[in-house]
């Protein structure tokens, strides 16, 4: 049982380039989330998803969009990425008022 | 606005000592309430899950309270030892799903 995948692990950008992570978890969740953490720091909630197809602002959600197409997945992207948006991302999922499970993180610099 | 507070935001003690952390959030209305802990540079363990309609939880030596109506919540360590050091994060599922992080508490537990 993988539970709550994060893809890439680790990424170098240069400023102004984009790209997409992806979260996927296989529990059949019906919320899920993204986070940044930044040194010193608690998450930060990004976006976040209530269901597929649906997608809402978090604390920080500028500069970042979502998509949630399919249930199990939950993206998150940089249209052009910026020195600022260096962090680690977490992704999450729960269903219910059950506990949230976490991907392993995303270590993204951008240069 | 839903805001998530943890203080103290480190903490020092001499091995064996019991230990309170504190988590206060802003808004009673919440579901749950999740404690987590994390090491340097690694991911979220989840710790304890404290439903909205309970006062504690326990695992082992940590214990969990929940006070709805005066927006707190304390993880309580007892006997505290040199790997209980880490990053203990708290985290308010408010309504309508967003899951709201603390700045977190760093604990260094000295032999």
């Known amino acids: 049982n993988a539970g709550v995948t994060q893809t890439p692990k680790f990424r170098v950008l240069k400023t102004g380039q984009s790209m997409t992570l992806l979260c996927a978890q296989d529990?059949?969740?019906?919320?899920m989330y993204w986070y940044r953490q930044d040194p010193g720091m608690g998450l930060r909630l990004i976006h976040y998803?209530?269901?597929?197809?649906?997608?809402a602002k978090g604390e920080v959600p500028d500069g970042y969009n979502v998509s949630r197409l399919k249930k199990q997945n939950f993206l998150l992207g940089l249209e052009s990425a910026a020195p600022s948006q260096t962090s680690v991302y977490f992704c999450?999922?729960?269903?219910?008022?059950?506990?949230?499970?976490f991907g392993q993180g995303t270590r993204l610099t951008v240069v | 606005k839903q805001e998530v507070t943890q203080i103290p935001a480190a903490l020092s003690v001499p091995e064996g000592e019991n230990l309170v952390l504190n988590c206060s959030f802003t808004?009673?209305?919440?579901?749950?309430l999740q404690w987590f802990r994390q090491d340097p540079g690694k991911g979220l363990t989840s710790l304890l899950l404290?439903?909205?309609?309970?006062r504690e939880q326990t695992s082992g030596r940590l214990n969990a309270s929940l006070d709805k109506s005066s927006g707190r919540s304390t993880l309580y360590i007892a006997a505290s030892q040199p790997g209980d050091s880490a990053t203990y994060l708290c985290a308010a599922l408010f309504y309508p799903n967003k899951l709201i992080f603390g700045t977190g508490t760093l604990l260094a537990v000295q032999p």
């Open positions: 808004d009673s209305a919440i579901y749950n």
């Open positions: 529990m059949n969740h019906e919320y």
């Open positions: 998803s209530v269901g597929e197809g649906t997608t």
């Open positions: 404290i439903q909205s309609s309970q």
């Open positions: 999450a999922s729960r269903e219910g008022n059950t506990e949230a499970f």
